[in-house]
């Protein structure tokens, strides 16, 4: 078994992602199948990270204190209370709070602020640390890590995947996983109909350093232009900006600007933190923003990709699936929905 990552493992959408594990409060109308495999996901995480700390030899990180929504005004608090209502007629458990109430979970919240929700399934985890953890597994489990190793293109032979060529040498394979994220759409060697339908969906975020002993907030804190997720070293996350720009790789001062104004009007005290980091990543958005996963009607070639503001939240689910299908040819029920041929043209018998 071999990863081929072109840059070093964990370090594309995965390293720039907050970590929020967020099924209940991500809640949109209209994507009630994706809400089940979302909450599916979350339900996995905790036995999922015990497992992934068991055979990597560290934590992740896992946090559980759950998720709030701010509404910082009045018409915030009717559009908050409107997903409220939505999210309860899901059966999300959500509670609603008053600013008073709030505020005792979180001191430094903004005086403005009008009410919350909090979601206490909404939990998070160190992205990054997952990501080093699952390359220390693969490895130890005796997977040949091969960064700094691009993809040139799959190798095809009558119609079924036989590999794939990198730096001029094919390595056979009987199956390959898709999973090149924003990327996926642009590996070679696949017939048009068989490249998944994958853009980049560009996300700027930032990290502000508090002081891990006195952190300014434990939760996940969602305000109407940021979320902020504070980490267990002190790190304070700060995203994300949803940009429909392909791979255009710079940070601007609108994206910052956004940023920072939506977590200081939910948290002013974090006027004074140093900013540590700047980063801009791409998410694998689908055609309709929902992942592809498993079956691609090409034998020996399984997909896992389009995973867009989801793929952490989406690991346990995604593997445990995808490694069902490679070893019994057999879809998850869970993934039925999300198989690439949702995608075809079905021309009228
Ligand atoms: C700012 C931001 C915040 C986010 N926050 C969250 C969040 O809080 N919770 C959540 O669940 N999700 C979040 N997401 C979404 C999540 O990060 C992605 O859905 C997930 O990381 C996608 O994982 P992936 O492995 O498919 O893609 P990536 O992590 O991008 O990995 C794809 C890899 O493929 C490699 N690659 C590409 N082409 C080739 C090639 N030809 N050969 C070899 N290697 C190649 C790339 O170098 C890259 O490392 C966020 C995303 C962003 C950008």
């Known amino acids: 078994m071999a990863l081929f990552e072109r840059g070093k493992a964990g ?15 991500e809640a949109e109308p209209g994507e009630q199948a994706l809400l089940q495999l979302n909450r599916a996901s979350q339900a ?8 992934l700390e068991r055979a990597s030899g560290m934590s992740v990180n896992l946090r559980r204190e759950g998720t709030l929504m701010l509404a910082l005004t009045r018409d915030d608090a009717a559009r908050l209370k409107f997903n409220f209502d939505f999210q309860r007629s899901l059966g999300i458990d959500v509670e609603w709070l008053t600013a008073g109430e709030a505020r005792k979970r979180e001191p430094y919240l903004s005086p403005h602020l009008a009410a919350a929700i909090f979601s206490p399934d ?6 990054r640390l997952v990501v080093t953890a699952l390359t220390r597994a693969f490895t130890a489990a005796g997977g040949a890590l091969r960064e700094d ?21 094919l390595h056979p394979a009987d199956t390959i996983v898709l ?39 434990r939760h996940v804190v969602w ?32 994206g910052m600007l956004a940023l920072l104004e939506g977590a200081w009007r939910a948290i ?31 034998a020996g070639l399984v ?28 879809t998850e029920t869970a993934i039925a929905p999300f198989r690439h041929d949702r995608f075809r043209v079905r021309t009228p018998a």
């Open 44 to 51: 996995m995480w905790p036995d999922f990270a015990a497992e």
């Open 11 to 25: 370090h594309g959408a995965s390293w720039a992602a907050a970590g929020m594990l967020a099924a209940g409060l």
């Open 179 to 217: 999973a090149a994220g924003a990327w996926s759409h642009e590996i070679a060697g696949l017939p048009p109909a068989a490249k998944p339908p994958v853009r980049p969906v560009k996300g700027q975020m930032l990290a502000l350093q508090m002081d891990p002993a006195a952190p300014l907030m």
């Open 268 to 298: 002013p005290g974090i006027e004074e933190l140093p900013i540590v980091e700047q980063r801009v990543g791409f998410r694998p958005g689908s055609r309709d923003d929902a992942p592809i996963l498993g079956d691609s009607g090409i």
């Open 122 to 127: 909404d939990h998070q985890v160190d992205n």
């Open 303 to 330: 997909y896992a990709t389009g995973h867009y503001r989801n793929g952490i939240l989406l690991t346990p689910i995604t593997a445990r699936a995808v490694a069902h299908y490679i070893m019994t040819s057999e």
């Open 149 to 169: 190793t691009a993809v040139d293109e799959v190798a095809m032979t009558d119609g079924r995947v036989t590999g794939l060529r990198s730096g001029g040498a």
């Open 223 to 254: 305000a109407a232009k940021a979320y902020m997720a504070p980490r267990l070293d002190g790190r304070l996350i700060v995203g994300a900006t949803v940009e429909e720009r392909g791979f255009d790789p710079h940070l601007t001062a609108g």
